[in-house]
């Protein structure tokens, strides 16, 4: 039973990297504009959160059956179990009449009651001390969260399988719920014990700090929507019939769009917008499109010269000499972009790249007055 209940756990490990790839630029999105940064203990709790979200999940749906011929010979599942506190009578019955301690471990009955209701009492935990939920909306929401575990089970992953291949119960529901409320009650000493998780504090000392993790962000979520982009563009050119090669001239288009006008107009680009930095003059005037052109030709040239050598059709050196320029180009641009400038960053006074001194400007933070529980409450329901 202990190797069942960690099999999904097993799996989460494996699944939660990928979630939080998916995640990582959404909820640092929302946490630079609530909390001034993207880290902290904060951090820690929302992905430990969601860790034991996809565990619990996965616990509600595996293992899983092979394939749909498993319901010709299992039918155990296929009536659902309604009879409330019905697994008391279940653990009486494997003691026999003995209630001795050892009799009690080895009862499967009883663990498996145990973790029904361990299943949900982070839950109550994670509801009070991060989201200040009160004891009834959270006892609610775990019986809501039960509720559509068995019935996920009662449907057989919703209709994904021609049988239901887990019990439906009423107990799991009932167990579950007791967790949650029992977590909620757990969590108001813990949570004296716990750092407190205050985002207006973290919002006066963090929002207008330029770190090296938020550029590294801004970057990232710049590469990753301009990705998007072009992958969207060479779909609708492929769609009305254009060649899929010699597309040079759309890249370049799109390129100069994305890191020069966009930031010229707003003075960010999309991706640094989301972590709320903006591009300007050392002066704290705006920054001119030759500016954006230099900064992002340098910081991109790995990128620009891996195309570039890509479109090589025949690499000679000897007869073409002036090919040798583009691998001493990548080997002088790898160093300026991922050495230098990081080891700039991370150590000079000013945290200034070199791409960005020879274009005289530098990152500078948009600081945003956090809005308070009923703004963000009053904003949602317009």
């Not at 301690?101 to 299943?119: K, R």
């Not at 400038?341 to 400007?361: G, K, M, Q």
Request: charged share 15%.
């Amino acid at each position: 039973m202990v190797a069942t209940f960690l099999l999904p756990v097993g799996t989460a490990l494996y699944v939660y990297p990928i979630i939080v790839l998916v995640v990582l630029l959404p909820v640092a999105f929302v946490s630079y504009r609530r909390r001034g940064r993207a880290g902290g203990w904060t951090t820690v709790v929302f992905y430990s959160f969601l860790f034991y979200l996809l565990a619990i999940v996965l616990e509600t749906v595996i293992p899983l059956p092979a394939n749909g011929s498993y319901c010709t010979g299992h039918n155990y599942a296929s009536s659902p179990q309604l009879r409330p506190f019905y697994f008391v009578q279940v653990i009486e019955e494997h003691e026999h009449g003995s209630w001795g301690l050892a009799s009690l471990l080895h009862n499967g009955a009883l663990w498996s009651s145990a973790l029904n209701v361990i299943m949900l009492l982070p839950l109550g935990i994670y509801l009070r001390y991060w989201q200040r939920m009160r004891l009834l909306p959270t006892t609610l929401l775990g019986f809501g969260i039960s509720l559509f575990f068995e019935l996920t089970q009662l449907t057989g992953l919703w209709f994904v399988y021609p049988c239901p291949y887990r019990l439906f119960s009423v107990d799991d529901m009932i167990l579950n719920t007791t967790g949650a409320f029992v977590g909620w009650l757990i969590a108001g000493p813990l949570s004296r014990l716990l750092p407190k998780l205050e985002p207006d504090r973290d919002h006066r000392h963090y929002a207008a700090q330029v770190t090296f993790t938020r550029r590294l962000l801004a970057l990232l979520a710049d590469l990753v929507g301009f990705t998007v982009l072009l992958g969207f563009g060479a779909g609708l050119l492929t769609l009305f019939g254009q060649s899929r090669q010699h597309r040079g001239l759309e890249v370049l288009i799109l390129a100069l769009v994305w890191f020069v006008l966009v930031p010229t107009l707003t003075g960010s680009t999309l991706g640094k917008r989301v972590v709320l930095l903006r591009v300007e003059r050392t002066s704290g005037r705006r920054a001119w499109p030759l500016a954006f052109l230099v900064r992002y030709g340098i910081l991109l040239s790995p990128l620009w010269l891996t195309r570039l050598a890509l479109d090589v059709d025949h690499w000679n050196i000897w007869q073409h000499p002036q090919q040798l320029l583009i691998p001493l180009g990548m080997l002088l641009s790898l160093f300026l972009v991922g050495v230098w400038s990081p080891l700039a960053v991370l150590l000079d006074d000013s945290h200034r790249a070199p791409y960005e001194r020879i274009t005289r400007t530098v990152n500078a933070a948009i600081v945003r007055k956090p809005q308070t529980l009923s703004q963000r409450t009053a904003a949602l329901t317009r």
